[in-house]
């Protein structure tokens, strides 16, 4: 099979969650540790770090990589989902892994696959771990997928368990209280392994401490310890500078960050707190620190956070696609100085909109649309839902379709944002 048949095999074959939603997810680990045992446990031979979260994981992993690749340390990163190439999941240091590596591995590994019959994301966790092992990895950095407690990375002993913080995201699937989200993703603690926590939020903070307790984890607060200030201006080419003060010793570092969005503040403190507490068996100081930050989309190819696609009309996209990440990121929106604001939106069809569309601004033209997933909510009927929040606009079929309409409605001084959903953002990128 070719690279694309090979692609099309796993979607047509295996269930996807960000193809076809609940019905993809498993709620036990039997199929991973199968994988895993077939494997002879791959993610033995390197350390890890593993990272859970509603919101910022992505980002924490990417900067956690870049750190360590600043420092020389061979890195895999593993996050999901992809934008673009299914590859993106799977890096060691930059590169993705190479496509005859995908095709070589399903090649080999029909037998298990069709005895096993795992998900996809089950299939890329035993991959990733396995391609990991091949590169001879020092460390991998590894995101969960869903929750935490049942997650395909969940079979690891890492060396630090990390939460960046707990939002209203797959209630569905984890829980309908924060509290009950919290204590899913909390099943990545590990007996005798230090925890670190982003995000001290009041519903989550005992949850926390109990199950650290109850693992003899240490656990460590970011937000207690450090302190992040973005500026407020961001440079030309997306740059902004940050400001992070050890509340502990009053020490203050400077640098500045590709990723332009106001929420990556806590994102930059838990990554300071992560190294922190890994002071004592990683050869890394202050600038691999600031060096990773300021270098992880070169690093690790990271996309589709506040990312600035255009000057003229000023084109942002970002991924936020919960209560919490567009929050932050409508308030950021509301400061921008522009003419007119645009917005390119889209989600999926199991999206809680009632939490959602009242975050975004009335006065706003709307470009309704979906992404070309099974999942896509239809853009129709997000129009009309759109309507009973007060939200007006058009409706498009493709985002193409509606990215070209908002290019040709906006004057130079107007705002076009393009989100909703990571596979809006994707198809634009």
């Known amino acids: 099979m070719t690279y694309d048949q090979t692609i099309e095999f796993l979607y047509s074959q295996l269930p996807a969650y960000h193809r076809i939603g609940k019905a993809a997810y498993k709620n036990n680990l039997e199929n991973t540790e199968a994988l895993d045992e077939y494997f002879s446990h791959p993610h033995t031979k390197y350390k890890t770090i593993h990272i859970a979260g509603t919101n910022g994981k992505g980002s924490v992993s990417h900067m956690i990589a870049s ?30 892994i190479p496509k005859k590596q995908v095709t070589g591995f399903v090649k080999k590994h029909t037998g298990i696959i069709e005895s096993v019959k795992p ?18 990895v020092d460390y991998a950095v590894i995101e969960t997928g869903l929750g935490g407690r049942l997650d395909s990375t969940n079979i690891i002993n890492p060396v630090i368990s990390v939460i960046t913080n707990i939002g209203h995201d797959h209630l569905d699937l984890l829980g309908n209280t924060i509290g009950k989200i919290a204590f899913e993703k909390a099943g990545i603690i590990k007996k005798n392994v230090v925890t670190v926590i982003g995000e001290t939020q009041n519903e989550t903070k005992d949850v926390f401490l109990s199950a650290t307790r109850e693992k003899m984890s240490e656990i460590f607060f970011a ?47 838990t990554v300071f707190q992560i190294f922190s507490c890994l ?45 919490e990440g567009l929050q932050y990121v409508m308030r950021q929106i509301s400061n921008i100085r522009a003419d007119r604001l645009h917005i390119v939106v889209g989600f999926v069809a199991d999206k809680d909109l009632d939490q959602i569309l009242p975050l975004f ?5 709307y470009y309704f649309t979906k992404a070309s997933i099974l999942r896509a909510l239809d853009e129709r009927i997000l129009q009309t839902r759109a309507s009973e929040f007060g939200l007006q606009g058009t409706c498009y079929p493709t985002v193409v379709k509606a990215l070209r309409a908002a290019k040709k409605n906006a004057s130079p001084n107007d705002l076009i944002f393009i989100g909703g959903s990571t596979f809006v953002v994707a198809e634009v990128i």
């Open 223 to 269: 937000d207690n310890r450090f302190m992040c200030r973005l500026d407020e201006s961001i440079s030309p080419d997306g740059f902004r500078k940050f400001m992070v003060r050890d509340m502990e010793n009053e020490d203050e570092v400077t640098g500045i960050t590709p990723l332009g969005g106001d929420y990556q503040a806590k994102n930059i403190q």
């Open 361 to 365: 601004p009335k006065h706003a033209e």
């Open 67 to 96: 750190v360590l690749i600043e420092a020389g340390y061979k890195t895999g990163l593993y996050t999901s989902p992809h934008l673009k190439d299914f590859r993106e999941r799977i890096r060691v240091n930059r590169e993705m």
């Open 279 to 323: 002071a004592g068996s990683l050869k890394i100081n202050c600038t691999n620190i600031t060096d990773g930050i300021r270098k992880v989309i070169t690093n690790t190819g990271f996309q589709g956070r506040w990312q600035i696609l255009n000057i003229n009309p000023l084109t942002i996209c970002d991924t936020g696609h919960n209560k």
């Open 119 to 136: 998900s996809f994301f089950e299939m890329t966790v035993a991959m990733a771990f396995e391609h990991f092992e091949r590169e001879k």
